[in-house]
């Protein structure tokens, strides 16, 4: 079955840096991306940043462009996600999902099930 583990996340200063990692098992994603979501309690789920694992292709939300770099290694079927310049608004769920890149762009809440998910990893960015 399709697993998604992630690791990462957790308390740090305004203007500090965290990393998250995220490793898919079950099956080959080499035609898929892997990334991120996150979300809020109480609001929507939005996306963030995802890569083709078999080009690097990526997308970025504009919130985070310039701060946020994703990562792959294609063998470990792994996705980083280095994020810098840490400011209070990204406070949120960071989930990692794999599908299909075009659905990062085109992302609502009705298309939660064109993903598989890993579970929530908690950022906090204290001010």
């Known amino acids: 079955d399709v697993q998604l583990q992630a690791s990462g996340g957790g308390l740090v200063q305004a203007g500090g840096s965290l990393r998250l990692s995220c490793k898919v098992s079950?099956?080959?994603?080499?035609?898929?991306?892997i990334g991120w979501f996150r979300q809020v309690s109480g609001k929507e789920r939005e996306a963030v940043v995802g890569?083709?694992?078999?080009?690097?292709?990526?997308y970025y939300a504009n919130s985070v462009k310039g701060r946020f770099t994703i990562s792959r290694d294609r063998g470990k079927q792994t996705a980083f996600l280095q994020m810098n310049n840490l400011n209070p608004e990204d406070t949120a769920a960071y989930y990692c999902?794999?599908?299909?890149?075009?659905?990062?762009?085109?992302?609502?809440?009705?298309?939660?099930?064109?993903?598989?998910w890993g579970q929530g990893t908690q950022v906090t960015v204290s001010s």
């Open positions: 999902a794999t599908g299909f890149l075009a659905a990062w762009k085109n992302y609502s809440p009705k298309n939660n099930n064109e993903f598989f």
């Open positions: 079950g099956f080959s994603v080499n035609d898929f991306a």
């Open positions: 890569i083709m694992v078999s080009d690097g292709r990526t």
